[in-house]
């Protein structure tokens, strides 16, 4: 066992050009492995940090077209106002009432509404088109995100529909550069709002505040969209165990409301923090097979590879092989010596994958952190096992025949091959 493993170490260094080559499928393959999964692992990361910043317990109301109404836009959604962003079918039947009889639900805590619009944004020579978030004053309460200056705006200053704003950081940057902009008026639409604070910087997955603004859901709803509804809700339960019951209790509050007998025409979702990171989880998963499947092209590709090599080896040792059973070298010896060559190879590509894979799962944490996401470089340690598995796993698939045929030379033929 110690005499093959040291002759197969001998033969893949006697040709390092060839042995390159030879491992370069492998090489690619378990890069591309480790890479996925690597990044997958940040990613999952970044998810799980977003939600934390949300909040595990709470809950998302938003509107939808239920089945029935997909086929018929409404009479309004043609005359609606352009500025605001949705379906060409309008669902307006989400109300500030609803959100304030689910607060009343025994295990609510707090909610708040939201509605989107885009609007131009100008301060003196510079304007933006932004998308702004109109937002009860309750969401500054269950939400965790930060100012870097400024305030948060009141409940008084929403319910009078006051003209105030809280930019994102790069609106802010752009709109001011290094200008203070609290107390600055900047003009959104026709309409002149006071900036009371600025968005600490959230990254590419921050909820968009980075380029975005907020005002009171009152000064959202009439000054600007001219409407009376909602597009979506927050809610922040108190007993998280019960989080599935409340929303069940939500839907059929809702369904109260809006008339509705019949689940399978409900206008609106409720999900949990679980479901939506359910529904993410399932959609990653089947991504990340999809990759790892297209790894596995490549790995095939480089096993028969090998396996086409190591029957050009056997061929130009052909004398060498006749040389050795002649001496006393067993079929088992051959065959041997020939198999764990072929493994040595496939894991030698298997290792510089792992690195090479490793390195590129750097390279995209340190991008991803450059751009101000929360993510987190870290190589799963089931991934280095799974990549020397595989790597082994190939070199012995492979490299079992052509060991085999050499193995198997007659040893007066072989003596005699030129």
């Known amino acids: 066992m110690l005499s093959a493993f040291r002759q197969a170490i001998k033969a893949l260094f006697s040709n390092p050009a060839r042995t390159s080559l030879t491992t370069l499928g492998i090489i690619i393959g378990i890069a591309t492995v480790i890479l996925v999964l690597s990044a997958g692992a940040g990613f999952r990361t970044l998810i799980n940090a977003q939600v934390e910043q949300l909040g595990s317990n709470t809950l998302f109301v938003e509107t939808r077209v239920p089945p029935t109404t997909k086929n018929r836009a409404s009479a ?40 989107v619009g885009q609007k131009v944004v100008s301060f003196q020579n510079v304007a933006k088109s932004v998308l702004f978030y109109g937002a009860s004053a309750t969401r500054f309460e269950i939400d965790r995100s930060t100012l870097r200056e400024g305030r948060f705006f009141t409940e008084s200053e929403d319910s009078a529909a006051s003209q105030v704003t809280i930019l994102g950081s790069h609106l802010a940057d752009d709109l001011f550069g290094q200008n203070d902009p609290l107390g600055r008026l900047v003009r959104i639409g026709d309409l002149n709002f006071e900036v009371i604070g600025v968005y600490s910087p959230q990254g590419a997955l921050g909820g968009g505040n980075d380029d975005m603004l907020y005002i009171p859901l009152e000064t959202a709803q009439k000054k600007i969209l001219g409407i009376d509804y909602l597009l979506f809700g927050v809610i922040q339960v108190q007993d998280t165990t019960l989080a599935d019951a409340t929303a069940e209790d939500i839907r059929l509050l809702l369904r109260s409301n809006h008339n509705i007998t019949d689940s399978y025409k409900d206008d609106f979702l409720v999900q949990t923090q679980a479901q939506t990171l359910d529904t993410f989880n399932t959609i990653f998963n089947g991504l990340t097979i999809l990759l790892i499947a297209i790894a596995a092209i490549s790995l095939i590709v480089g096993g028969v590879g090998i396996m086409n090599i190591m029957y050009v080896v056997v061929t130009e040792r052909t004398a060498e092989i006749g040389l050795k059973k002649a001496l006393g070298a067993t079929n088992s010896d051959i065959l041997l010596e020939f198999l764990i060559e072929s493994i040595l190879v496939t894991i030698l590509g298997g290792v510089i994958g792992i690195l090479l894979g490793s390195l590129l799962g750097w390279a995209v944490a340190a991008i991803a952190t450059r751009s101000g996401l929360q993510w987190v470089f870290s190589v799963p340690l089931y991934a280095i096992f799974l990549g020397v598995g595989v790597s082994a796993t190939i070199g012995i698939a492979f490299g079992v025949l052509p060991a085999r045929s050499a193995s198997r030379l007659d040893p007066i033929e072989a003596l005699r091959y030129e």
Do not use: F, P, Q
């Open 76 to 115: 309004s959604a043609a005359s609606a106002d352009t500025s605001r962003v949705g379906s060409a079918v309008a669902i307006t039947t989400l109300k500030n009432r609803d959100l304030e009889d689910i607060k009343r639900l025994s295990n609510v805590v707090n909610d708040y509404g939201m509605v």
